[in-house]
T-cell receptor, first 112, second 118 residues
Framework: LAKTTQPISMDSYEGQEVNITCSHNNIATNDYITWYQQFPSQGPRFIIQGYKTKVTNEVASLFIPADRKSSTLSLPRVSLSDTAVYYCLVGERSGGYQKVTFGTGTKLQVIP | NAGVTQTPKFQVLKTGQSMTLQCAQDMNHEYMSWYRQDPGMGLRLIHYSVGAGITDQGEVPNGYNVSRSTTEDFPLRLLSAAPSQTSVYFC?????????????????FGEGSWLTVV
């Protein structure tokens, strides 16, 4: 089963670029890598998803090396409102179906 | 488009009481799931369903029952509430039975249900 490992917490000053790395050594061939953001008292929300190389949207970039055993979420020029928990997800297969489990995530604290 | 709707948002139960957390989605998603999140912790999967009539256990299923009689609804039942079940509960859904992490699917979450068992 594919498990993910992320740093428990990170601090960053406003305006800096933040990179959060996730390792997923047992990722399956067909699995995508998805990142979610969760603010206090809210459900997680989708940030970005990718399969390989680099993906960029209006919120973040996702870098995935060729072996796909890790991925890095990059948040450009963070602001205080980016303070949240960030989860890295890959799929798990069980009996032909797939269930989605979350790790503990990375708590990002943006400092003024 | 309402997305994923959970009710109630807040509930206080006495130990031993039973209750049902309701979850409904209007996106015709096959995959639905329930998570619980304890203070300062990540989300833990309780039960999930890959379609009407099909359910399976997640990481922490004990003390909870689910059923999936329709595509839209996925209620979570607490059989005999215990203080250890005090938590925030999130319902989620996504398009395909393959879940959210493959085939480019995205999980949509409800706003959460805050449950306190005293």
């Amino acid at each position: 089963l594919a498990k993910t490992t992320q740093p428990i917490s990170m601090d960053s000053y406003e305006g800096q670029e933040v990179n959060i790395t996730c390792s997923h050594n047992n990722i399956a061939t067909n699995d995508y890598i998805t990142w979610y953001q969760q603010f206090p008292s809210q459900g997680p929300r989708f940030i970005i998803q990718g399969y390989k190389t680099k993906v960029t949207n209006e919120v973040a970039s996702l870098f995935i090396p060729a072996d796909r055993k890790s991925s890095t979420l990059s948040l450009p020029r963070v602001s205080l409102s980016d303070t949240a928990v960030y989860y890295c997800l890959v799929g798990e297969r069980s009996g032909g179906y797939q269930k989605v489990t979350f790790g503990t995530g990375t708590k990002l604290q943006v400092i003024p | 488009n309402a997305g994923v709707t959970q009710t109630p948002k807040f509930q206080v139960l006495k130990t031993g009481q039973s209750m049902t957390l309701q979850c409904a989605q209007d996106m015709n998603h096959e995959y639905m799931s329930w998570y619980r999140q304890d203070p300062g912790m990540g989300l833990r999967l309780i039960h999930y369903s890959v379609g009407a009539g099909i359910t399976d256990q997640g990481e922490v299923p004990n003390g909870y029952n689910v059923s999936r009689s329709t595509t839209e609804d996925f209620p979570l039942r607490l059989l005999s509430a215990a203080p250890s079940q005090t938590s925030v509960y999130f319902c989620a859904s996504s398009y395909a039975r393959q879940g959210a992490a493959s085939s480019g699917n995205t999980i949509y979450f409800g706003e959460g249900s805050w449950l306190t068992v005293v």
